[in-house]
DNA sequence: AAACGCACGCAATGTCCTTGCGAAATTGGG
DNA sequence: CCCAATTTCGCAAGGACATTGCGTGCGTTT
């Protein structure tokens, strides 16, 4: 889909404030509701937009503690990498996970609400999961910057 | 703020779907409009609900490359680790940013158009960064989970 | 130059969000 | 155990909002 500099504007308001009101997105962007409503379904139906989320925060719901895992498997056939996703996707504490280059072929972003909490998880989920050869567990001591998106000025940005 | 089995729901359902409309949400909750409305504010004012964003598609906007950045600085002291933090939250192309426990002081998540963007990305922005001492990058090959959330059922769900 | 397509703004209609109010439920103290 | 205080609920109304059809203007194509 091609993209003009009004989508871009949309786009990045969403990204900041994904329930704003079609009426002030208008505004914002210097369109009249219905135009800004039409483009917004474009970009929808196009799949730029993948979706609209509420950020609930983790504290609040108790899971205070981010880990990043490391995991080599035994091989890398299709099978065993398929079997070994399989797995991971059940796990409703790792929310993100990557194949990756380099020495290890996962790294998980895994939460849990503190260090027993985590316990529990690498013994009944981690050390579960299917041809892993190697695990390796680092914690998070703060959370820097955790940004939804890209931004959308990310090409247009002056170096530091 | 204390939390019960509805506000439960209506995070899990705002989770989904950020822009579930008042209305729906409260019949998907069992409540009326009003009632749903006032909680919804509740935990919106409490920062159980930390906000809402819309989710861009990075292959839309040309952005196809992950890369895990693992950092060290020559030293830990106060100062140094904040002025490589102020630097490191003015690059866009930084998406996530974890101070951390084990070999590497950081690990950086960094969103980057094609290879020679990222190598932009690392002269212009990563080597630019103060007090660095050691930076290991390491490639995804293929996005397996990215989930906006940890699960609301996370501590509730039953081991593989 | 004319015809076509595309995006826009305006207006109307139907839906939705919010707030005030009284009733019901829950909680804590006597 | 009961009563009072506080909270949370549903209902209803008023105001705001999203969506759709329609006519207009602009740019492109033939």
Chains 1, 2 share one sequence.
Not at 41 to 69: C, F, P, Q, W
Request: proline share 2%; with cysteine; net charge positive.
């Amino acid at each position: 889909m091609k993209l003009d500099t009004i989508d871009y504007a949309i786009l990045e308001a969403l990204q900041k404030d994904g329930r704003l009101a079609n009426a002030n997105l208008a505004e914002k962007v210097g369109l009249s509701a219905s135009a800004c409503s039409r483009r917004l379904d474009a970009l929808e139906k196009n799949g730029v937009i993948r979706g609209y989320y509420a950020r609930v925060s983790n504290k609040e719901l108790g899971h205070d503690m981010t880990a990043i895992v490391n995991i080599s498997l035994s091989g890398q056939f299709q099978k065993t990498l398929s079997e070994f996703e399989t797995a991971v996707k059940r796990c409703p504490n790792i929310v993100v996970c990557y194949l990756m280059s380099g020495e290890y072929d996962y790294t998980l972003r895994v939460v849990a609400k503190d260090l027993a909490d985590y316990e529990r998880i690498h013994r009944d989920w981690l050390t579960a999961l299917p041809h892993v050869a190697k695990i390796n567990s680092s914690f998070a001591l703060r959370e820097v910057i955790d940004r939804p998106n890209v931004g959308i000025d990310a090409g247009l940005a002056k170096k530091c």
